[in-house]
DNA sequence: GAACAGTTATATCGCTCCGATACATCGGGA
DNA sequence: TCCCGATGTATCGGAGCGATATAACTGTTC
């Protein structure tokens, strides 16, 4: 029960510094997670709209009801996190289960690193890592299995997707040595020792 | 009107050769396109519905509605391209619009090159690339202007996203320049000449 | 030969997410 | 002045996914 789904994180994530407007975050999401990903308003309204009914944020709205008042100021909700909604992100950011490293998890769990333990965020490497892995030797076993009922573009298309996998696994064993080496004095590291 | 999305264009592709299941379908979907883009039934067996209802595939199933027949077979229901579908199969390998080039969009199209002219090829080929660069000068645009406001994580999952496209970019030169040198004699490349 | 596990096979439900679209306001340049 | 582009909130229809239910067939193991 109570499973945070990925929009709903990131959002936590994003809020955790400064509220926000609704526009706002989808720049700022984007601008950190890619082009890719980009975040359509048709998600992200009505995921506003649930973490508000579920007390996670909170509208500090300037209400533009004012029926018969001069300005008429336009409507310009600025969100920002309650203290359930606080928790709720801390909690997410210890838990370092399977969810953490799916496809479309990953890149925003990396992204709030700064904000995770040490400890945590090793696992979350390493089972990306394996997860990866997992991939590595199914496509492979494709590409072998498949010399028959080939033909030179479909094995072309499995031999990229092949090598890109293969990149984002060296990827990943990279940032898993820095962070070994990093856990030099820190166990708890809040926030990159090095830089 | 009558735009077909990427889906029916797979299965469209899948069943040009052979009738098959729902279940082989998604099967040889999910060897063709690897493990990434894996398809479940719940999109399969209700785009296999708006195909019938298209008038784009047929349904030969053996019926098991045999009521007091003694086998009560299995329902096993074998899809085949009609004479429609068949032309919008066509009609959909002609068009190299910006569709063709899409993310989601864009393996589909590769890995139906086999029965795609050579001139279509290349103009895919060429509008992915283009659509790759913008989002090349985009990412770099943004690592340079977040050297404020970053986090040694944010900065390096950018960095690695920058790489990959830059990657694929890499990959769909060299197609290309095959492409190219390979259109000597050949102008109507129905069926690839090299291998 | 009985029991069990794994694969083949079809199908639906609820939900999330996306693309398109509509609307309104504000600042600045032609 | 007038229009354009950025800021801003919001919804609708539909596509796709994950989970789940059902069931028959195929092989393995005791």
Redesign the interface.
Known sequence: MAKTDVLTLAILGILRDQPLHGYQIRKRLG??????RALSYGSLYPCLRRMVEAGLIEASGEEPAGSSSASSRRARIAYSLTDPGRSRLSEELANAGASSWD?DAF?VR?????HTDAATRLRILEGRRSRLSE?LE??SD?LKR?HERH????A???R??L??VE??VQ?LDR?IENERSARGGENNGSA?A??
Chains 1, 2 share one sequence.
């Open positions: 601008a950190e997670l890619g082009p890719f496809d890149d990396f992204s709030l690193f700064a991939r199914e496509v494709g498949m033909d030179a573009y479909t072309e298309l499995q990229h997707g090598e890109q990149r984002e990827w940032l990159p090095d830089h």
